[in-house]
């Protein structure tokens, strides 16, 4: 920085102002592409802007015409204009970017409230730059900045904070001429899908399938423009407005499969269908199956549908979810989806073999808003994950081992690190499925890794993945799938590279899964003070302290410690029981 610095110092009065001023912010842009982001801002963004205005920056994002005098003196028509706007818009990202690397998270109120500015200025750029054509550029990037930053949001729980900036986004693109030709009509539906995605999130799901609705009526506005005069290859063309329409079409789907079936005034009441007897019957065998081929064409479209369905931010894999629904229709709903979603996934609803491919022809792009080629019939792996997953956060036990079975079987051939990770998180989910919901599915089967198997309870399934325990749970003794899923868990993250280990909510969920179910019993052990070994050995009490040397290896090695404070009670068990030991 220091360097950086005296170079600006000792260049300055050497150069034009201009050149200065260019290769200031040119600097500035190669530091952000290799992530000095701090350097890039104060050194190069920050250093150019502040010779407009002599107080803190942010002073001036409150108010337009303060910022447009302070910015922009001799108006948004000056030649220098692009340049400025350019830096104020790269010194927000860079600002989000500090944040991310400090608390990714957003558990620091004034990270959040940091972001919130970020957006806010952005969007104030965008305002100032909006009527000139000629700054379409500047727009369309400001979109997808803004974009960024919601998404992430998001996933924290914050939607209904960002709401309006993606609004604000959707309407830029509409408000830019050239930004509405066919060329920018994907990225202008993902912006649609996030701002309906955004709508249901606030459990404001209404106004998500209005605002799809509205989407399809622009889009559909475009295509007949477009059906007059295209400058594009029809076949192009064609393929952007299905992509397009699909995006709208699952989310009206999201609240219609089950809107449906609410409807008080609906006179026709469908009986329901026996699973048993359902794998005898053929596609489309419910309400459900028959809305999915009525608005989709293609069997990769309809498991997107049926994904965004079933997706809820709000839930978690394990529980306490929240509460379902008390209505039985939409109960059913519910499970209708999860069996259109296996049927799909086997390829019974073409009648033929389906494979999972290597194409993404069904992708998630910044964690669940999607891009399809669409009339594709296969399914991609990261949707048949994320389809298993849910089964297992639903309960829907005979779907999830049908489903695991079925991708488990795939993942395990492929040699990519990403699906090895995938394998083994699901591997994970099926060890800890008879400790969370102890009672359901008590049959074993055998993981292999390295040619070594470790027996665990779960759904007896085919001969390949399964056998049957020759020695039964031993009663009175529920430690045996409580060390079987420690001692896996640990091997994860102790033998494999970093970038296949599970993501840190596995690994959490896992933790928290082992501390609830050893906490009584190490709290017991903790009582005897420095007597503990005298319980330890009477109670043969030395499982529950290795499960808890296991669980604080596994926080250790992950770099789990800041994700939960409850790790911290873990840990300082742990140097307890060791201190009384070392002290009996």
Known sequence: ???????????????????????????????????????????????YLQQFVSVNLDDVMDDV??????????????????????????????????????????????????????????????????????????????????????????????????????????????????????????????????????????????????????GLIKIDELKQLEDISSSLERAETEKIFREATLKMSVMIFKRAVYESRRNPNSFRRESKVNPRKAVNLSWPRTATERLLVAMFDCAAAQFLAILEALSDPSRNLLPPHPPVPDEMQIRDVTSELFSAGLEILSGNSLKKPKQLVRSLDLHFILENIFVITAGEERVSREAAVKFVKLAFSYEEWNVFYSAFEFVDNFLQAQDDPTWKKADIELKLLTLMQPIVFPGEFERSFSITDGGKSKEGSTHQGSEKTQTIRKESLKSGNPFRDLMILATKAFSYVSTFEQNVHPDKEILVDVVMCLWQKCKMELQEIQKWGSHCLEYIHKHQAYQWVHVLWIMNEIIERSNLADTNVMFAEITLCLAAILENVADS
């Open 65 to 214: 015409q303060c910022f447009k005098s302070a910015f922009f003196p001799n108006g948004v028509r000056d030649k220098n204009a692009p340049l400025v706007f350019h830096a104020l818009q790269a010194r927000n990202i860079c600002i989000y970017q500090m944040v991310c690397s400090r608390d990714r998270k957003l558990q620091n109120q004034e990270s959040l409230q940091t972001c919130l500015n970020a957006l806010t200025s952005l969007r104030l750029t965008m305002q100032v730059a909006l009527p000139q054509e000629n700054l379409c550029w500047l727009i369309y990037n400001g979109t997808i900045h803004i974009y960024t930053i919601c998404r992430h949001l998001m996933v924290m729980g914050h939607s209904a904070k960002v709401l309006e900036y993606l609004l604000w986004a959707s309407i830029c693109m509409e408000s830019s001429i050239p930004l509405l030709s066919v060329h920018y009509l994907t990225w202008r539906a993902t912006l649609y899908t996030a701002v309906s995605q955004c709508y249901f999130d606030c459990q404001a799901s209404i106004h998500g399938e209005i605002f799809a609705r509205r």
């Open 1 to 47: 920085a220091n360097t950086l610095f005296n170079i600006w110092i000792k260049y300055k009065p050497r150069l034009p102002e201009w050149y200065y001023n260019e290769r200031l912010v040119k600097v500035g842009d190669t530091l952000a592409q290799i992530k000095e982001y701090k350097l890039a801002l104060q050194q190069c963004y920050e250093r």
